[in-house]
């Protein structure tokens, strides 16, 4: 028996380190917890487990009035889309004051790229490659959101998404896992801050957990079906990095997953989230998501839903009301057993009491309820888009680059629907971002030709979605008149990215195409800078247009990141994480692909096939395999060479990596050879053959940003060991194994110098 208790003891100190090392509780937390466990009904424990929406800003919402009675019974335990002090404090009152147990609400909301400070959209930061930016701007957004009585963002998203037709690519970090990981811990320690329950720290939510960016089809909500190996190797590791980062909540997915829905699927949500990774935190659904298994077919009823997400490992219900309905009948059927239901309430209760809302639950509330982004804040929005921006193509004309722009260009004719639309450049789910906050390309660019003394010719053109042609006329006099086009093409931010926003062509909408068209034809130099939630198919675009700049949504300083960098006083430093196709048909389309025994390379699809070695292999008849611009890709104003790659070692044990004993080095030199300052991306990628399931062809595994001044050259290193080599293997064992490894360090994804080393037994 003493043995017993003491291996009780042993376990309990185990989960109470485990919670202190991931800042959501302590042990005097969880014997607060206790207490009010022991005091709460089986009503007040549901109504933990409740969250309504007290807006509209992510959907219809309940169209329920009945929300101050019901937290007065304690029968909601959080609400979302409501912002500002006087609102959330309003309500906060109800629980704190009314309440039986005075237990606190949790106020959530999208917060996603920015609150008031809008920042690029998620994409856009990616293309940054700098957690250290993102982890800042995800900082200022906690500042400004929690001030405003929001403590629970759900974000960040960080969903693999490999195919560009899925609508809430515009959300995430892009293709890659490693890339993916790196921005959902930064995203997670700028949201969380260095304490949940700092007055400041916000919450964060890791979602949509898990699979949700690989629906079939590209279409939103749709099923996914992923390999548990490719579920681990792919689409899990950001989620666990977030975890790690100390995620304080997780997010559900609305697709189906092999078969099974997210929202009641056993093996991630408990299998791998709670049991492997040891998650403390609470899992919220998607909106009305437990609802929907009823749509999806594993519940006849609302009753079996709730019942089948609860047990599940799903805490919270967004939205449906079915917890509130059922779980008293379920639990007092035995359906659902007393402890299950405990546990889901502690994780519920753990947030609150972390976030510090049982003793600060009221947030101070300013004479100004819409404050505008201080000054800091803006100048950090200025340089995350600047960063964001990515130099896809820079032709030279009159034997020179088209871009910078040069002194002698005095007249700039400025077309297009993006131009002066101070709406769309805050992008998809911009919080409570304000258009008037918004610096237009047409405005800064106005300003810099005053001062300069140049001349600015605008006209819009066409609409986005338009296929009138009155504009084009307009647009045709000013180019003529000007010694250089810039033109803004894109996507409707609202309608044509973020959730619901699944596209079966990935072209420019309307007839903007045939606006550029146009504007080629006057045999003007033309600059191309595309706004979009998701890589589009230009083949055309690239194919006669000088220079291209995909700018994403930039945010708040879209119109001064532009025009500084367009003029050379930053540099294009943005590199793409996504590749970019070339047509629709290539989707899903991803750089980190397994190969095939008939791999296609060197086809000439201006000739027919001379041999069947030319025609039966992996390939597209109409359309080369390759993407247009590759994942990591991205120019500069400048040149970089990298020297041969060295290797610390030719061989390697699998066994002392795998104990974390050894690691090999890999180094190359990086020169500036231009005559600018300019801002590298190092990228290494790893490849390896002979082991027991076929690895990529290349895999990133790590990245450093390397500022270089003109011919200035750096050592850039790094160290490969178990979490760079390690794969799931043919036993799903995530290990290292024997092989034949190959380096590449290099600017994007397709180049690089190469090194190979041997992994022993």
Sequence with gaps: MRQLSLIVVLAWLFVFAALAQSGLSTPSGEQRIDQLLRQMT?????????????????????????????????????????????????????????????????FGLDVIHGYRTIFPVPLGMA????????????????????????????????????????GRMVEGAGEDPYLGSIMAAAYVRGYQGTKLNDSDSLAACAKHYVGYGAAEGGRDYNAADISERTLRQIYLPPFHSAVRAGVATVMSAFNTLNGVPAVANAHTLTGILRQEWEFPGLVVSDWKAVAELEAQGIAL??????????????????????????????????VIPQAVLDEA?????????????????????????????????????????????VLLKNDEVSDSPLLPIASNVRTIALVGPFADDAAQMLGSWAGEGDPANVVTLKSALA???????????????????????????????????????????????????????????????????KLLEELVATEKPVVLILFSGRPLALTWAAAHIPAMVE??????????????????????????????????????????????????????????????????????IDEPNTPLFPFGFGLSYTRFSYSPVKLSAGTISAKALNDNSATIQVSTTVTNRGSREGREVVQLYV????????????????FKLVPLAPGESQSVEFTLGRDELAFWNIDLHRIVEPAEVTVWVGANSVEGQRGEFEIIE
Excluded: C
């Design 687 to 702: 490849g390896q053959r002979g082991t027991s399931v076929a690895i990529p062809v290349r895999e990133l595994e790590g």
């Design 127 to 166: 293309s940054t490659w700098d957690p250290q930016l993102v982890e800042q701007a995800s900082r200022v957004a906690a500042k400004e959101a929690t001030a405003e009585g929001i403590r629970w963002t759900f974000s960040p998203m960080v969903d693999i998404a490999r195919d560009a037709r899925w």
């Design 301 to 334: 009823n609302g009753a079996t839903a709730a019942s089948k997400a609860m047990a599940a490992g799903v805490d919270m219900d967004m939205e449906s009301g079915l917890y509130q309905q059922h779980l008293a009948n379920l639990v007092r059927s035995g």
């Design 447 to 513: 300003q810099r030709l005053r001062q300069s003394g140049g001349r600015l010719l605008y006209a819009k053109g066409t609409e986005i979605k338009s296929a009138s042609e009155a504009g084009f006329e307009e647009a045709r006099n000013a180019a003529r008149q000007a010694d250089l086009t810039v033109v803004t093409l894109g996507e409707d931010a609202p309608t044509m990215t973020a959730e619901a926003a699944s596209r079966a062509h990935l072209d420019l909408p309307g007839n903007q195409e």
């Design 42 to 106: 089986l009503d007040e424990k549901i109504g933990q487990l409740v969250q309504y929406s007290a807006g509209a800003a992510t959907g219809p919402g309940t169209g329920r009035t009945d929300y101050p009675e019901q937290i007065a019974k304690g029968q909601i335990g959080s609400l979302l889309n409501l912002t500002g002090a006087s609102k959330t404090n309003a309500m906060q009152r109800i629980a704190v004051e009314k309440s039986r147990l005075k237990i606190p609400l949790l």
């Design 345 to 389: 309430v502690r994780r519920v209760l753990r947030v609150k009491l972390a976030l510090g809302l049982f003793d600060r639950p009221y947030t101070p509330e300013s004479a100004t309820e819409a404050p505008k982004p201080d000054a800091a804040s803006v100048q950090l929005a200025r340089q995350v888009a600047q960063r964001s921006l």
């Design 551 to 620: 700018a994403w949504y930039p945010g708040i300083e879209a119109g001064p990141a532009l025009v500084q960098t367009l003029f050379g006083d930053a540099d294009f430093s943005g590199r793409l994480p996504v590749s970019v196709p070339r047509a629709v048909g290539q989707e899903p389309l991803y750089y980190n692909a397994l190969n095939t025994g008939r791999p296609a390379s060197g086809i000439d699809l201006t000739h027919p096939p001379t041999t069947s070695a030319e025609k039966y292999v992996s390939r597209y």
